[in-house]
C-alpha cells in the first residue's frame, strides 16, 4: 500500500460531493427540533465504523443476504424519499424513537453512511489504494463532525425564516436526488432481472 496525495484528495472530493453534508443542514437542524441535540461525537464515529466496515466486507455482507448492490440503493432511495416528503410537507412519517435521539438514524445512517456513500466507496475501490481512500474518508468525517458541532450557530446565522427556505429547497433537491437514486438502481435491477432470463 503507497500513500498518494492526488488519490486522497481525489477520493476525498468525490466523498464530500457524495455525504453533501452541507446540503443536508437543513435536514439535520429538522430532526434536531423533533429529536433533541445532535450527539456529533456518536454520529460521525458510528457512521465512520459503518463506511469503514462496508468498504471491506459490504459487498459480501449484501451477498450474504443475496441482495446486490443496486438493491440496496433502491431501499436507501426510499429513505431518503421519506425524508425528502416530511421537509416539503411538513408531515412527520419518520418515528424518532430511537434511545440515541436521531444522532444514530437517520443521521449516521442513512443520512452521512448511506447507499451513496457505499456505492461510491466501492466504485473507489476500483480505482485507489484502500489506505488512500481510508484517509479521504476520515478527512471527510473530521468536516462533518465541524458542522454537526455548529448547526447552533447555523441557525443563528440564517434564523429561522431562512432556515425554513432552505429546508423547502433542500427538500426538493433530497427528493430529485432519491428519484434519480431510485430510477437508475431500478434500471439496474431490470436489466439484471432480463439477463438472467435469457439465460
Same mark, same amino acid.
Given at each position: 500500500?503507497?500513500?498518494?496525495?492526488? $488519490?486522497?484528495?481525489?477520493?476525498?472530493?468525490?466523498?464530500?460531493?457524495?455525504?453533501?453534508?452541507?446540503?443536508?443542514?437543513?435536514?439535520?437542524?429538522?430532526?434536531?427540533? #423533533?429529536?433533541?441535540?445532535?450527539?456529533?461525537?456518536?454520529?460521525?464515529?458510528?457512521?465512520?465504523?459503518?463506511?469503514?466496515?462496508?468498504?471491506?466486507?459490504? $459487498?459480501?455482507?449484501?451477498?450474504?443476504?443475496?441482495?446486490?448492490?443496486?438493491?440496496?440503493?433502491?431501499?436507501?432511495?426510499?429513505?431518503?424519499?421519506?425524508?425528502?416528503? $416530511?421537509?416539503?410537507?411538513?408531515?412527520?412519517?419518520?418515528?424518532?424513537?430511537?434511545?440515541?435521539?436521531?444522532?444514530?438514524?437517520?443521521?449516521?445512517?442513512?443520512?452521512?453512511?448511506?447507499?451513496?456513500?457505499?456505492?461510491?466507496?466501492?466504485?473507489?475501490?476500483?480505482?485507489? $489504494?484502500?489506505?488512500?481512500?481510508?484517509?479521504?474518508?476520515?478527512?471527510?468525517?473530521?468536516?462533518?463532525?465541524?458542522? !454537526?458541532?455548529?448547526?447552533?450557530?447555523?441557525?443563528?446565522?440564517?434564523?429561522?425564516?431562512?432556515?425554513?427556505? !432552505? #429546508? #423547502?429547497?433542500?427538500?426538493?433537491? !433530497?427528493?430529485?436526488?432519491?428519484?434519480? !437514486?431510485?430510477?437508475?438502481?431500478?434500471?439496474?435491477?431490470?436489466?439484471?432481472?432480463?439477463?438472467?432470463?435469457?439465460?
Amino acid at each position: 500500500m503507497e500513500i498518494k496525495f492526488v $488519490e486522497i484528495v481525489s477520493a476525498f472530493i468525490v466523498l464530500f460531493a457524495v455525504i453533501d453534508i452541507f446540503g443536508s443542514i437543513p435536514i439535520i437542524l429538522n430532526l434536531q427540533k #423533533k429529536s433533541g441535540p445532535v450527539k456529533a461525537f456518536q454520529a460521525t464515529s458510528v457512521a465512520f465504523i459503518i463506511l469503514i466496515s462496508f468498504l471491506f466486507v459490504g $459487498e459480501a455482507l449484501l451477498g450474504l443476504f443475496g441482495v446486490d448492490i443496486s438493491s440496496f440503493a433502491i431501499a436507501g432511495s426510499i429513505v431518503l424519499f421519506i425524508m425528502a416528503f $416530511e421537509m416539503i410537507f411538513g408531515v412527520e412519517i419518520f418515528k424518532h424513537d430511537s434511545p440515541s435521539g436521531a444522532s444514530i438514524v437517520p443521521i449516521a445512517f442513512p443520512l452521512i453512511a448511506g447507499a451513496g456513500s457505499f456505492t461510491t466507496l466501492l466504485s473507489l475501490r476500483a480505482e485507489f $489504494e484502500t489506505i488512500n481512500i481510508i484517509i479521504a474518508l476520515f478527512l471527510n468525517i473530521i468536516v462533518v463532525y465541524i458542522v !454537526l458541532k455548529s448547526t447552533n450557530l447555523i441557525e443563528r446565522i440564517f434564523s429561522e425564516g431562512g432556515i425554513y427556505i !432552505l #429546508k #423547502k429547497f433542500f427538500g426538493i433537491i !433530497l427528493l430529485a436526488m432519491a428519484v434519480k !437514486l431510485f430510477l437508475t438502481n431500478f434500471g439496474n435491477v431490470v436489466m439484471q432481472y432480463i439477463s438472467t432470463i435469457k439465460m
